[in-house]
T-cell receptor, first 111, second 117 residues
Framework: DGGITQSPKYLFRKEGQNVTLSCEQNLNHDAMYWYRQDPGQGLRLIYYSQIVNDFQKGDIAEGYSVSREKKESFPLTVTSAQKNPTAFYLC??????????FGPGTRLTVL | AQSVSQHNHHVILSEAASLELGCNYSYGGTVNLFWYVQYPGQHLQLLLKYFSGDPLVKGIKGFEAEFIKSKFSFNLRKPSVQWSDTAEYFCAVNQKRYGGATNKLIFGTGTLLAVQP
């Protein structure tokens, strides 16, 4: 069953702690993306990667970091430097600039 | 900076009513255009897309959208909505440049559609 998986579905962390969100795809897509979704603000791009071992900052990269060591995996770390980390995080993948396929999302709550 | 505007934030319709959701973008060059939909509790998924050719694009579940280049618009339409169309709808754009389109999608803020039975 092909697709994108994100884990966990819900995540709670204390303020000041780093947390890593998982994103895995078995669609053999080269490109992967991380978005943040907040009510009334749509989706905002955090980071994206067009190929393995390469990634670019999106519009709101401050306080986040990523790695792309394998084609199928693109983990996102929310660091303590992110001022407002509580949000719904969506991972996506695509073949080049065509349709992006989205995972189910991770809802992060920082207490 | 490039932006995408969806002017309708919340829309409430009765079943069988017609739907039109507005989408305007600010980029002056060539673009690819998308409408995505997020049903309650489900993944964000593609509704339809326009890359080139016929500016009237048909998507899944009876939706269609028309690209009007002179108006920088890509409005979504459906002649008769159903209760199951209740969802959040997002318009998105990526730029085309020499050598192909960029990967970077710019999303609108979304429109919440509620269809009353």
């Amino acid at each position: 069953d092909g697709g994108i998986t994100q884990s966990p579905k819900y995540l709670f962390r204390k303020e000041g702690q780093n947390v890593t969100l998982s994103c895995e795809q078995n669609l053999n897509h080269d490109a992967m993306y991380w978005y943040r979704q907040d009510p009334g603000q749509g989706l905002r791009l955090i980071y994206y990667s067009q190929i393995v071992n390469d990634f670019q900052k999106g519009d709101i990269a401050e306080g986040y970091s990523v790695s792309r060591e394998k084609k199928e995996s693109f983990p996102l770390t929310v660091t303590s430097a992110q001022k407002n980390p509580t949000a719904f995080y969506l991972c996506a993948s695509s073949i080049s600039a065509d349709t992006q396929y989205f995972g189910p999302g991770t809802r992060l709550t920082v207490l | 900076a490039q932006s995408v505007s969806q002017h309708n934030h919340h829309v409430i319709l009765s079943e069988a009513a017609s739907l039109e959701l507005g989408c305007n973008y600010s980029y002056g060059g060539t673009v690819n255009l998308f409408w995505y939909v997020q049903y309650p509790g489900q993944h964000l998924q593609l509704l339809l897309k326009y890359f080139s050719g016929d500016p009237l694009v048909k998507g899944i579940k009876g939706f269609e959208a028309e690209f009007i280049k002179s108006k920088f618009s890509f409005n979504l339409r459906k002649p008769s909505v159903q209760w199951s169309d209740t969802a959040e709808y997002f318009c998105a754009v990526n730029q085309k440049r020499y050598g192909g389109a960029t990967n970077k999608l710019i999303f609108g803020t979304g429109t919440l559609l509620a269809v009353q039975p």
